[in-house]
């Protein structure tokens, strides 16, 4: 029982050095672009996420092929279709991938103000009352502007350990310690997670600078339980590239220039990202 808990010890000490160790190339990046399809998602005044995203990853995608000689990138989708989320994040894990990259659109919740419409005479307690009437007028624009980043929060991160324990050859070059028939291995697993979670933050907070440089709102990285960087055994972040319900930023991501300004900044998020990690 000792040296069961010396080996613990040890190995609880060693793993966190292999994982943040420098020298792992970045070889291969996915890029979701987010909904497609059925899936509209967030809708602004002249467009819909879905294709705003699309058009962001294809960018992307051929920015960081002609500049980034050594790094292939690998689309969920390339055309105005649906990949479920557990198809997304597939697709990254069977690719063997580095990182992962969500793109995706914010919005902001409706809101509603009260219009007086004119008024109408009820019967209570056998007299006539004249009560107003009013109108709802339900209002989804914001002046709300800027990029945030998330990451995977903790209360889903099971299933990140899970993600890593069944595509455990995607990380075995990193320490060459991962067996599946090693009692240790969830510690190992563990590991991982936890600096996965460290990378995925460095990647977004190197994403939100690049923004800010372009004269963006940066709100920061983020935690949140999505399944689609849940399910991923790798480095992953969602990135809100802004807000459709922001008439100037919706007309902004809608133009050929916000569009490559948007895929220019994660691009070179990217690669300060790989460079720090390649030292």
Do not use: C
């Amino acid at each position: 029982m000792r040296t069961k808990l010396i080996l613990v010890l040890l190995l609880l000490s060693i793993v966190p050095g292999f994982l943040s160790a420098r020298g792992k190339k970045i070889s291969k990046v996915v890029i979701d672009a987010g909904h497609g399809g059925k899936d509209i998602g967030a809708r602004g005044a002249i467009s819909a996420e879905k294709d705003i995203t699309l058009a962001v990853t294809l960018k992307l995608g051929k920015i960081i092929s002609d500049s980034l000689k050594d790094v292939q990138v690998i689309y969920t989708r390339t055309t105005d279709s649906y990949p479920s989320l557990v198809d997304r994040h597939e697709i990254a894990n069977q690719a063997n991938a580095d990182l992962f990259l969500a793109i995706h659109v914010n919005s902001t919740p409706y809101t509603y103000t009260k219009v007086l419409e004119g008024y109408k005479t009820v019967k209570r307690h056998h007299k006539n009352v004249r009560t107003p009437v009013y109108r709802s007028i339900r209002h989804h624009e914001t002046k709300r502007s800027g990029v945030e980043n998330y990451v995977l929060a903790l209360k889903r991160n099971y299933q990140k350990e899970n993600a890593i324990g069944e595509h455990s050859d995607n990380v075995t070059n990193e320490t060459g310690l991962l067996n599946e028939n090693d009692p240790q291995t969830a510690i190992i697993i563990a590991q991982y997670s936890q600096a996965f979670l460290s990378k995925s933050v460095s990647l977004g907070s190197k994403i939100g600078e690049q923004f800010a440089r372009q004269g963006r709102e940066d709100w920061g990285v983020k935690q949140l339980p999505l399944e689609v960087l849940a399910g991923s055994a790798m480095p992953g972040v969602l990135v809100e590239i802004g807000f459709i319900t922001n008439v100037e930023e919706e007309v902004y991501l809608n133009s050929e220039r916000g569009q490559q300004e948007v895929a220019m900044a994660i691009y070179k998020g990217i690669r300060v990202y790989k460079a720090d990690i390649e030292k």
